[in-house]
């Protein structure tokens, strides 16, 4: 099967590997130790980038295989991840799903469609998701009010239950 990456929430994908390294370097460069490489990376940014900084960025090994939408994924429609997910992975494939958009109520309804479609679990090996809990740290910044810390439990579990290896992120 193939290795692919979707990346929701990429940014650029950076010049430089370093402890401000986007989230797409950080997969390609840990990935590329362990001798494994991606043969498709979708990467979704709702942030404007500029094209040609964003292309030029771009090791040789990866062009190829890379596809920016440089637009915010959708809960429904053709921006939806998943729509793209289901026409290009197959059960054989190891693919890797990192969601960090930080659209609250965009992300929940992302994960709670892999929780309830096994068209879109089955597929999924191992999802990465920055899940907004209430912590005092975070209060200030993640609005509307998140999640409590004992629902990422509950999701995680359920998760790990339909077979996704699930990592808190970052």
């Not at 693919?95 to 960090?100: G, R, S």
């Not at 096994?118 to 912590?135: C, K, N, T």
Request: glycine residues 4%; hydrophobic residues 40%.
């Amino acid at each position: 099967g193939k290795l692919i990456l979707f990346d929701l929430g990429s940014s650029e994908f950076g010049k430089n590997v370093d402890i401000d390294t986007t989230s797409t370097r950080w997969f390609y460069e840990y990935y590329k130790r362990l001798d494994l490489n991606f043969d498709r990376i979708i990467a979704f940014e709702a942030r404007v980038l500029n094209a040609t900084v964003a292309w030029e960025q771009l090791p040789e090994d990866v062009f190829p295989v890379y596809t920016l939408i440089n637009t915010g994924c959708t809960v429904t429609g053709k921006f939806n991840p998943w729509f793209t997910l289901q026409k290009i992975a197959k059960p054989e494939d190891h693919v890797i799903v990192k969601l960090d958009i930080d659209t609250f109520d965009v992300e929940r309804a992302l994960v709670d469609q892999i929780a309830n479609d096994s068209a879109i679990h089955s597929l999924i090996d191992e999802l990465f998701f920055e899940h907004h809990v209430l912590v005092d740290e975070m209060r200030a910044f993640w609005r509307p009010p998140p999640d409590p810390l004992s629902q990422s439990y509950i999701l995680f579990t359920k998760l790990r239950q339909l077979g996704i290896r699930m990592h808190g992120w970052p």
